[in-house]
C-alpha cells in the first residue's frame, strides 16, 4: 500500500467497513486501506506512552485479560491500550489473594496479566504458578528508579517475577459526625468502639490477612502472627465483635457512603477516594502498627495472550500513563519517575504518605499467613458463627 | 436397527451427560472428600475421616440452610398460590398472557443485578427511611436474616407461581361446578376440591425452590453481608478463600446427604396426602 495517505470516499470507506465487518479482509487491510491506521498512528505517536516501542511490535492478538482489585485502575488508560494495540483489556476483579490463589491453583483461569501482593509471591513461585519476567520485553520497567521498600518482593532468588504497581496501608476509615468530637488513633479504638456506640455500624474486611492480623493488633500481638495461642486470643475478639458489626466485606464505599455504616478497614486508596468526596471521612492508621503492602503485576504460567500481557505491564509502568493510574485509585507508587509528574499535593497527602512514626510501626504481610491453615480456618468459623 | 438398539442410541447423549456431568464429579468429590489439604492449599492424597470429623465446625451454616431454605420455601408458597390461582382460574385470557410474561419478566436480568437492587431497597436509605417517615425509627433491614428472606422469596417466586399454575389451569372446572350445584360454600370448594387437586403443583414447585434454595449462596451473600451463612457460603469460602478442598468436599457430600434425606421424607409425606408418585414431575 502505497498511497494509504490518499482521500477515501465516504461510499468506499463504508465499503471496506462491510468487508471488514464481514470478515472478508483483515484488520491491519481495513486500516490500511481506510487511513485510520495512520490516525491512530499519529495520534498514538503524540503520546508517550503509546509510542510504539519493541513490545508492541507485531500483533499482540485481540485480547488481554487482567486480574486485579476494585476501583484500581483509571478506565481511559485501558481505552488508549486498546487504541493503540488493538488488544482488548478484559478485567476480572478480586476481593482477597486466597481467591487469586485458589483460581490459579484451579488452573485454567484464562488470565493474561495479575496484581499479587508482596507476600504471595514466594508461594506462587514456589507451586510453580507465575512466570519469570524477561526485562527486554518491558523497557519501560527501570529497576533503578523504585524505592527498594516497594519492589524487592518482586524478586525470588536473584529472579524477577513481578514489577510494582503501587503501594499502601490498611487501616481504618471512620465517619467523625457519629464520633462525638472523640478522637480514633488506634485498632483497640476500632474493636471497643465497634461493640459498644458504633453497634450496628462497623464493617470488617471479608479477607483473613488483614481482620485476623488487626484483631491480632488489639493484644499488641504481631500482625502476621500464626501463634496458636495468639490466634485464639483474636477469634476470642472477633466472635465478640461479630454480632456488633454492620457485614464482613471488601466492598465497603457504598455502605459508608450511604451512611448505613459509619467505620470500616479500609486501604489508603478507599480512604483517599472516601475523604476526597466527604471530609467527615477520617483514614486512621493504628499506633499499634499494622498493615503495609506492595501490589506488582505479574503474569502467570500459561497466560493465553503472553505478548499481549507484557504489552500491557509496559504500558502501565510508564510514568505518563502510571500517573494517570495514581490520579484515579489514590495509591502512592514507588517510581520516582512518575511521582515526578504528579501534583506537590498529592505527594504530600497524610492518607498517601503517613507521618514516619506511624508507618514505620506497620509490617509487610509475611507468606506464612496465605498457606497457614488456623489462620484459614479461623476467619471461616468467624464467617460461619 | 431393532428396538433396543434405537432405544440405547436414543438414551446415549443423556446418558454420557449424566455420566460426565453427574456421576464423575460427584465421585471425585467423595474421594477428595477423604483426603488432606496440600501445604499451600488445594488436595493431596489421603485416606482420613478427619474432614467428617471437623464437620460441627459448619454446624451454624447448616443451621442456617436448614432454617431459612423450608421457611423461604413455605413463605413463596404462600404468595405464590393465590397468584397461580388468580392467573389460572380467575383471569380473562386476554390478560392471561400479558399477566404470565410480566412473572417471567424479572428473569430477563441476572439475579446478581437484582439482588443489587434490593441492596439499596432494604439499606438505610430505602424502606427503613421511608418508615422513619411514617414514625417507624432504627428500623434495620439489610444484613439480617430477614433480607436474606425477602431476596429468596422475590428471587425463587417465578419458580413456585408455574408449576402451581400450570396445575390449576388444567383443573377440570366442571368439578367446581358440580360441587357448588351440590350446596358447597366456595371455601368448602376449594379446600375439599381445589386444593387436593392441586397438591402435585405445589409439591413440584416446593420441591424446585426447596433444592435450590439449598445450595444458595449469593443472596446471603448480597443481601446478609456475611453475616448470614449457607452451606453454600461455606462452600465458596472453603474452595476459593482458605482451599480446603477435601474438607470442601466432605462439606459437600454432607449437604448432598442431607438433601436426599429431606427429599426422601417429603416425597412420603406427598405421598400420604394422596398425590401419586407419577403426579410430581421431579421424581
Given amino acids: 500500500m502505497t498511497n494509504n495517505n490518499d482521500y477515501i470516499s465516504k461510499k468506499k470507506f463504508m465499503e471496506e467497513l462491510y468487508r471488514y465487518k464481514r470478515g472478508s479482509v483483515t484488520r491491519r487491510h481495513f486500516l490500511n486501506v481506510t487511513g485510520l491506521g495512520m490516525a491512530t498512528a499519529v495520534m498514538g505517536a503524540a503520546v508517550p506512552g503509546l509510542r510504539p516501542q519493541p513490545a508492541f511490535a507485531g500483533d499482540i492478538g485481540d485480547r ?122 488506634s485498632w483497640k479504638d476500632f474493636w471497643d468502639i465497634a461493640r459498644n456506640e458504633f453497634s450496628g455500624r462497623g464493617m470488617v474486611h471479608d479477607y483473613q490477612l488483614t481482620t485476623i492480623g488487626n484483631a491480632l493488633k488489639y493484644f499488641g500481638y504481631s500482625f502476621n502472627s500464626i501463634d496458636e495461642k495468639e490466634l485464639a486470643d483474636a477469634e476470642k475478639l472477633l466472635l465478640d465483635v461479630k454480632p456488633h458489626l454492620f457485614a464482613i466485606s471488601s466492598d465497603y464505599q457504598p455502605a459508608l457512603r450511604n451512611g448505613d455504616a459509619w467505620m470500616s478497614m479500609a486501604w489508603t486508596g478507599d480512604g483517599k477516594q472516601l475523604n476526597s468526596d466527604m471530609p467527615e471521612m477520617e483514614y486512621i492508621l493504628g499506633v499499634e502498627g499494622g498493615e503495609i503492602w506492595s501490589d506488582y503485576y505479574a503474569i502467570p504460567k500459561g497466560a493465553p495472550h503472553r505478548d499481549a500481557a507484557y504489552a500491557l505491564i509496559n504500558f502501565l509502568l510508564d510514568p505518563e500513563v502510571n500517573s494517570r493510574e495514581v490520579l484515579a485509585h489514590g495509591y502512592p507508587t514507588a517510581d520516582a519517575r512518575t511521582n515526578a509528574l504528579l501534583p506537590e499535593s498529592l505527594l504530600n497527602d497524610p492518607i498517601l504518605y503517613p507521618a514516619e512514626d506511624l508507618l514505620s510501626a506497620l509490617e509487610f504481610g509475611a507468606a506464612a499467613t496465605l498457606t497457614d491453615p488456623n489462620r484459614a480456618e479461623l476467619m471461616a468459623r468467624f464467617k460461619s458463627a | 436397527m431393532t428396538q433396543r438398539t434405537r432405544n440405547w442410541l436414543l438414551l446415549a447423549p443423556a446418558g454420557t451427560w449424566f455420566l460426565v456431568m453427574l456421576i464423575v464429579p460427584l465421585t471425585v468429590v467423595l474421594i477428595y472428600s477423604f483426603g488432606e489439604r496440600a501445604t499451600a492449599g488445594g488436595y493431596s492424597p489421603a485416606f482420613t475421616f478427619e474432614q467428617y470429623a471437623n464437620l460441627p465446625a459448619r454446624w451454624a451454616a447448616f443451621k442456617n440452610t436448614m432454617v431459612l431454605a423450608p421457611v423461604g420455601t413455605l413463605a413463596a408458597l404462600l404468595i405464590a398460590y393465590p397468584v397461580a390461582y388468580f392467573l389460572a382460574v380467575r383471569v380473562s385470557p386476554k390478560w392471561k398472557t400479558i399477566l404470565l410474561v410480566l412473572v417471567i419478566v424479572p428473569f430477563w436480568t441476572s439475579i446478581l443485578i437484582r439482588s443489587y437492587a434490593w441492596i439499596f431497597l432494604l439499606g438505610g ?159
Fill in chain 1, 64 to 185: 488481554v485479560v487482567l486480574a486485579t482489585w476494585p476501583n484500581y485502575h483509571d478506565p481511559a488508560n485501558f481505552e488508549a491500550f486498546t487504541a493503540a494495540t488493538g488488544a482488548h483489556v478484559q478485567v476480572n476483579v478480586f476481593g482477597s489473594n486466597e481467591e487469586m490463589l485458589a483460581k490459579l491453583q484451579a488452573g485454567g483461569s484464562g488470565w493474561d496479566v495479575f496484581v499479587p501482593t508482596n507476600y504471595t509471591i514466594t508461594t506462587y513461585v514456589g507451586e510453580d504458578l507465575i512466570e519469570p519476567l524477561d526485562t527486554a520485553m518491558l523497557p519501560n520497567y527501570d529497576a533503578a528508579s523504585y524505592n527498594p521498600r516497594f519492589a524487592e518482593a518482586g524478586s525470588v532468588d536473584g529472579k524477577l517475577y513481578a514489577v510494582p504497581k503501587d503501594w499502601g496501608t490498611t487501616g481504618y476509615v471512620v465517619n467523625t459526625a457519629h464520633t462525638g468530637g472523640r478522637k480514633l488513633t
Fill in chain 2, 125 to 283: 436509605r430505602g424502606i427503613p427511611a421511608l418508615l422513619e417517615w411514617i414514625g417507624i425509627e432504627g428500623v434495620r433491614l439489610i444484613n439480617t436474616p430477614f433480607s436474606v428472606l425477602i431476596g429468596i422469596i422475590y428471587g425463587y417466586l417465578p419458580l413456585m407461581v408455574f408449576p402451581i399454575y400450570v396445575n390449576l389451569e388444567r383443573l377440570d372446572k366442571r368439578l367446581l361446578e358440580a360441587s357448588s350445584d351440590l350446596g358447597a360454600k366456595p371455601w368448602r370448594t376449594f379446600i375439599q376440591i381445589t386444593l387436593p387437586m392441586s397438591i402435585p403443583g405445589i409439591a413440584t414447585g416446593c420441591m424446585l425452590v426447596f433444592i435450590l434454595l439449598m445450595g444458595e449462596f449469593l443472596i446471603p451473600a448480597l443481601l446478609g453481608g456475611g453475616k448470614v451463612f449457607f452451606v453454600g457460603n461455606a462452600l465458596v469460602d472453603l474452595f476459593l478463600q482458605s482451599r480446603n478442598w477435601p474438607y470442601g468436599s466432605a462439606v459437600a457430600v454432607t449437604l448432598v446427604v442431607v438433601m436426599l434425606i429431606t427429599v426422601t421424607i417429603y416425597m412420603r409425606l406427598i405421598k400420604r396426602l394422596g398425590a401419586h408418585r407419577e403426579d410430581v414431575s421431579l421424581m
